[in-house]
Each structure stands twice: as C-alpha cells, then as structure tokens.
C-alpha cells in the first residue's frame, strides 16, 4: 500500500506546492503596494487601504475563498472561474494583506535620521528607499515573515473547500479504506516542508547578520 | 569673499515660532560657531540651510544666488552646497566605513568608480581612520563613527560643512577625537558652521560665534568679543550658566 499512497500524497502536495509558490509570488510584491497605500500621505487613499485591509485580515480566508469563486455567479450571473483561479485570487489578497502591515512595521522601524542622512547627500526618494532602508527593513522583517509564510504552508488545506485536490483531501481519501496512517504521513509532509522553509530563512538571516541596526 | 548669506528666517511649528527672523553671512574659509540653550533655534536654523526643513520666510543664498525651493529636483541641488554631520551620526549600518563615503558619490557618478575609491580613502586617512575602512559601523567606537560621518559629509565637496552638536552624543573621552578632526579642517580652509556645546572649543575655532536665544541671534561676533565681552544680558547669563562649577 506504501507506494500507491505515496503517489497519490504526491500529486496532492502537487497542488499544495503550486497554491503556495503562486501565492508568494503574488502576495510579495502585492503587499508593498498595499503598504504603500497604507502609508500614503493621501488621506482617503490611507483609509481605504487601511479599511480593505481591515476587512481581508478580520473575515476568514475560507470565508473570501468561498465569496470569490460563488459570488460572481451568484451575484451577476458570470460563468465560473477555474477553481485554481479563485483560490490564488484569495490567497494572494489575504497574504498580501497580511505581508503589508508587516512591510509597515518595518519601514517605520527604520530611524527618520536614515532618510536624512539619504537627504542630505543629495540622494533621491528612490534610492534612499532601495539603497538605504530596504536592506535594513529585510532584515527587520525576516522573522516576521517566516512565521506568516510558514503558517500559508498550512493554510493551503482550506482550499480544498472549493475543490482543490490538495493534500489533506488525499490522504483523508483513504480513510474509507480503513487506513488512518495516510494522514500522519500527510503531516510528515508538512512538517518536512516547514522544516525546510526554517532552515532556509535561517540561513537568511545568518546572511543578513554581517551588520547591526 | 561672502559665500553664505542667510536673511530674514522664519521658521514655525504649528504655533510656535522657532526661528524669528534670522540674518547672518559668511565667508569662505570661515567657522561660524552656533551656541545657545536648547530649544533657541540652533539645530532648526542648520535643519533649514540643509532643507531638512523648508523655512517659512527668508532666504538663503550662496555665492549670491538665491535658492529656490519649488522642485523637489531644486531641493537636492541646493542641498549639495551643504553637508551635515548630525548628533547620532546617522551611518548606514549596512555599509563598510568606505562604502559610507562612496554611496553618495556613487549614486550621483560624481566620478569614475576607482577615483571615488580613491578620494574615499584619502578621506578616511584624513580622519584618522585609514585602519578601519572595511570595518561596519557596529565595530566602530561612536568617536569612530563620527569620524566616518565626517568623511561622508566631506566626499561631496560641499562648500558649507554644518556639524549640528557633533560630540553631544559621544562619551566624554571621546569628544577630543573628534573636535580635532574638525580643527584640523579648519585648516584645510573649509567653511564650516558648529553648532556646539563646547565652548572652548568654539572659542578656540571659530571665527564668528553666535550666541542665539528664543529663535533670534541675541549676539554675533568674534570669539572675544561674544565670550570675553558680551553685550547682551542674556548672553551674559547664558555663558555664566555654562562655565558654572557645580
């Protein structure tokens, strides 16, 4: 039975792979954009940015999965997105909401006497943000983060909710056969996975230990 | 010859009035030592020659120009005839000690990149420091530090070098580093503004003192006269406060 499980855990964490590569692709630099709303000095732009963000980060992610994939039908009679579309739709929201206050906490941790300095040698906005503060904000956020990506790891089971064949779904499959070992298997991938990620972003912030501040 | 003339500043927050009209010039190769107590304007007057902050009236002119302050474009112009050595050294704390002294330069192309290396060095040695340039700022004393702030400020070329309470945050047995890395330019013939609370050394140095008080210059002149002579009461009062034993 081992190896047949194994194939069909596989192709389940397949698609988990795929909803959490494609998410932080998205979410990354979607959540700069939304921090950057956050942060503007354009009033009704900060508020609705802040407001929106409000709204993803306080409702469930199952809960906008579901909305996004049946609302539009439900609501104005459009044809239904593929199922892989709706959850990257979601995913990439939330977690960009998410990743943008982290972003913003970051950014505001950065002294004011950097920018001046930036300033004061003639540097532009842009270069102050990319040759000054980013490295020092990556760093900042390089915990923060981890934990934000490692827990999107597991949040990809809940788009089994509009159908994705993910990897909990797999190994639950077998449960009518009478076998329960699939699913600790299941979360011997998880926990691999996680592991992975841990001793990647702590090899990030080995790198970035070479300075201070 | 006059390279800085400043007239009329003003400069408010919100409903307090910082700087009430401020008027002063000075000529190339001059130091211009600022003292007064906090909160008298010193540190807002350097803020406005570096357009950290706008002033809200007055102008500021080098070499006989005006500075405009319409573009943001304009706004880093100007700011290249001045440089700033703040009270907390500000350094990059990702860059080596030399690449603190080249990113300005770098990023502007002021140069070829070997030449700037080059310049950035010389610049290191010139403050003592030819034996920490590849050295993060976290390995460097706060005299150190401030030494290579220094140099940062100086790989621009500006034609006013401002040094806003240079020793204020450093250890006292580090002042002494540093106050004779900013004599020594003096005689290297740079024009230089120090706002300071280290009136000996403002004494010594400088050519112009100010003394200023509640946003306006109480009292300007030479060290003698403003130390030695002062006109004013306040003056009189500040400078009894500030060499009192305790």
Known sequence: MFIPVTMQLLSGFAETLKVFCLTLVFSIPLGLVICFGSMSRFTPLRWLTRGFVWIIRGSPLMLQMIIIFYGPGLMFGLPSMPRITATLLAFSINYACYFSEIYRGGIESIPQGQYEAGQVLGMTKGQIFFKVVLLQVIKRITAPMSNEIITLVKDTSLARIIGIYEIIWAGESFIKEGLIWPLFYTGAFYLAFSGLLTLLFGKLERKLSYFRG | ?246
Request: charged share 25%; hydrophobic share 40%.
């Open chain 2, 1 to 246: 010859m006059e390279l800085l003339r400043v007239q009329n500043l003003k400069k408010g927050f919100g409903s307090t009035d910082v700087l009430k009209g401020v008027c002063f010039s000075l000529e190339r190769g001059q130091v211009l030592a600022i003292i007064g107590s906090s909160g008298s304007g010193k540190t807002t007057l350097l803020r406005c020659l570096n357009f950290l902050e706008t002033a809200d009236e007055g102008e500021i002119l080098v070499n006989g120009q005006v500075l405009r302050t319409v573009t943001e474009a304009q706004i880093r112009k100007n700011r290249l005839h001045f440089g700033l050595v703040f009270q907390n050294f500000n350094l990059f704390p990702q860059y080596t000690a030399l690449e603190n002294v080249t990113l300005a330069p770098t990023m502007l192309k002021r140069d070829a990149p070997e030449a700037i290396r080059a310049r950035g060095l010389a610049l290191l040695d010139k403050v003592g420091l030819s034996h920490k340039v590849n050295a993060y700022p976290y390995q460097l004393s706060g005299g150190q530090q401030q030494r290579v702030a220094i140099a940062r400020a100086m790989a621009l070329d500006p034609e006013v070098l401002c040094f806003d309470e240079p020793t204020s945050a450093l250890d006292p047995e580090l002042t002494g580093e540093v106050l004779r890395v900013i004599r020594s330019l003096k005689t290297g013939g740079n024009t230089m503004i120090v706002v300071t609370h280290e009136m000996e050394f403002a004494k010594s140095v400088a050519d112009v003192v100010i003394y200023m008080s509640d946003g306006v210059i109480e009292e300007m002149g030479t060290p003698e006269e403003v130390f030695d002579c002062p006109r004013s009461h306040k003056t009189r009062a500040f400078l009894r406060g500030a060499q009192e034993p305790f």
